[in-house]
């Protein structure tokens, strides 16, 4: 029985996670080592907090929770025996998928009905891990797409359990399968982070299909120009946090929008067009529950725009946070008293 500590990309390790292992009793050195019987509610509580945040995604021997099959007989049977240790798997996409395939079905039979946390690394043909996959899809409540030289979406409409969902991108051939990918979700997902991804742009978006975004309720996205997010805010009525990076040109021939659920606008450009311009956006938001509001590196602040939008939308502000946000005396001072709870970032 091989013991190294390659991780799940080499064959050889990763088929072993199916092998039935013979426990062992005594040391390495060959003098009799006794490990002590302790109770099973025990060892299991032992199991799960020794699990990492990254450490069981990867299907390594010599880490948890593979080592725990290999100590002894009763170890074994309590972490084979026990569902939460193996909602956790990092999967690869490549061309050698089908030597892992067994070696990641069993490992996802023995999370044996519970909610699962993946990473999918897409590198070739996702048709693959889809099969895979299937049996398991109304388990995947949480999951990381990471595109690399990949030419194929990988489409989720049916993965009715998955709640977040985070899309990473590492080579730009993989631009026209991440936009088929995001364009129609499953209709229970609430949480999506593509911040990674190209900026958004209006003409992306002409894509989406409304049924899955409309039941966002966090969305964390960089977009290409302003005129985005009044658009966003359209698709995803049921938004309460919003986070928007990316090139904030100001916003041109945009119909006013009201958003009655956003609580949390979170803002930062990579890039304003005119730092002493008014963008605009405010003159065509009204967010009636918008209760925290922090904005980044946006230059001059556009004072007058953003006390009509106050006024307008009527919102209770509970926190406002500015950084990299040039404030006069008499603003900062306005605002200290306007909101409970005022700060200026550091960097």
């Known amino acids: 029985m091989q013991t190294s ?17 013979q426990p062992s009793d005594t040391s390495s050195g060959g003098s009799s080592l006794r490990i002590p019987r302790l109770p099973a509610e025990i060892l299991s509580e032992i199991f799960l907090h020794s699990l990492s945040d990254d450490l069981s995604f990867s299907p390594t021997q010599r880490r948890a929770p593979l080592i725990f099959t290999r100590i002894c007989r009763q170890w074994r049977e309590v972490a084979i025996g026990l569902p939460w240790l193996w909602t956790q798997l990092r999967l690869i996409a490549d061309d050698d998928l089908r030597e892992r395939a ?12 519970c909610p699962l946390s993946l990473k999918l690394e897409c590198c070739t043909d996702l048709s693959e891990a889809r099969s895979l996959l299937q049996p398991y899809i109304q388990q995947i409540s949480s999951l990381e797409l990471t595109f690399w030289y990949c030419r194929d979406p990988f489409m989720m409409e049916d993965f009715h ?14 631009k026209l399968a991440i936009e088929r990918t995001i364009s129609k979700l499953p209709v229970n997902l609430r949480k999506m982070d593509i911040l990674d991804l190209p900026w958004i742009c209006c003409k992306q978006l002409d894509f989406v299909a409304d049924s899955g975004w409309a039941h966002l309720t966090h969305l964390e996205i960089s977009i290409y120009r302003l005129d985005a997010f009044p658009r966003i805010l359209r698709l995803c009525p049921n938004l309460s946090s919003v986070t928007i990076l990316g090139i904030f040109h100001p916003i041109e021939n945009q119909e006013p929008v009201t958003h009655t659920n956003l609580q949390c606008l979170y803002m930062c450009p990579s890039l304003c067009s005119n730092w002493d311009r008014e963008l605009g956006l405010f003159k065509v938001l009204t967010l009636p529950n918008l209760r925290v509001l922090q904005a980044a590196d946006m230059g001059s602040w556009p004072q007058e725009e953003f006390q009509a939008f106050l006024t307008r939308s009527k919102c209770s502000l509970e926190c406002l946070a500015f950084r990299g946000v040039s404030l006069t005396d008499q603003q900062r001072e306005a605002y200290a008293a306007l909101v409970p709870c005022f700060e200026i970032m550091k960097y």
């Open 5 to 21: 500590n390659s991780n799940v990309d080499s064959p050889p390790i990763s088929a072993s996670i199916g092998e039935l292992q």
């Open 102 to 113: 067994y070696a990641y079905d069993l490992w996802l039979k023995r999370s044996r009905g």
């Open 161 to 174: 359990g998955l709640k977040e969902l985070i899309v990473r991108k590492y080579a730009d051939d993989s």
